[in-house]
């Protein structure tokens, strides 16, 4: 069975740095995708960015330049590093995954999910 655990979240001053961790029990399908989503109070989930098996990430025009997602496959873990946070980015982060090929933006493309991690901005 596929559990997915986030850590590394807080508080964090505009401008600053952090970085989300999300280890992987159980998920070894090596062709699957993993990906960062975000939810803030009062909005729906929207995809932060994904990573593919092999290593090709891709990321949402909001973070583009400011996160980016690595990861230990030796590990079994994925990372989003978040520099130059902005207030915008306060919202529960949740980390996905799916065994099917290829990688999808939208949520109901992933079948496994972390319980979150709240990471709060402020000014």
């Known amino acids: 069975q596929v559990q997915l655990v986030e850590s590394g979240g807080g508080s964090v001053q505009a401008g600053g740095s952090l970085r989300l961790s999300c280890g992987a029990s159980?998920?070894?399908?090596?062709?699957?995708?993993m990906a960062w989503f975000r939810q803030a109070p009062g909005k729906g989930r929207e995809g932060v960015g994904f990573?593919?098996?092999?290593?090709?990430?891709n990321y949402a025009d909001s973070v583009e330049g400011r996160f980016t997602i690595s990861q230990d496959n030796a590990k079994n873990t994925m990372y989003l590093q978040m520099n130059s946070r902005e207030l915008e980015d306060t919202a529960m982060y949740y980390c996905?995954?799916?065994?099917?090929?290829?990688?999808?933006?939208?949520?109901?493309?992933?079948?496994?999910w972390g319980q979150g991690t709240q990471v709060t901005v402020s000014s």
């Open positions: 159980g998920y070894t399908n090596r062709r699957g995708c």
């Open positions: 990573i593919s098996s092999d290593g090709w990430s």
């Open positions: 996905a995954a799916r065994n099917i090929p290829g990688c999808s933006p939208r949520p109901s493309g992933y079948s496994y």
